[in-house]
């Protein structure tokens, strides 16, 4: 039986290399996965809080322009005190 020619040390670090070229391209596509999915819970997030401004707004029995106006009214005189 014939034993296999034994590897270079080139050979051995071009092996090395594409496997290591392989894994950083392996971590970069979960990292783009990751950022994706981060973008999306932010996103979510951001949602649910205008859900309860807009619940509150609904308790208060008040409109987006009244919070405006409201939030407008107290910008201003926190500005002349």
């Known amino acids: ?9 080139l050979e051995k ?14 971590y970069e596509n979960c990292l783009e996965t990751l950022r994706a ?6 996103d979510q997030i951001l ?3 205008f859900k309860e401004v807009n619940d509150l707004l ?9 919070l405006k106006d409201l939030l407008t009214a107290e910008s201003k005189s926190a500005q002349i005190a």
């Open 1 to 9: 039986m014939a034993r296999r020619a034994r590897r270079t040390p």
């Open 13 to 26: 670090c071009q092996d090395e290399l594409n496997e290591i070229q392989a894994s950083i391209s392996q």
């Open 37 to 42: 999915k981060e973008k999306e819970l932010r």
């Open 47 to 49: 949602m649910e809080k």
């Open 58 to 66: 609904e308790v208060q029995n008040m409109s987006l322009d009244d």
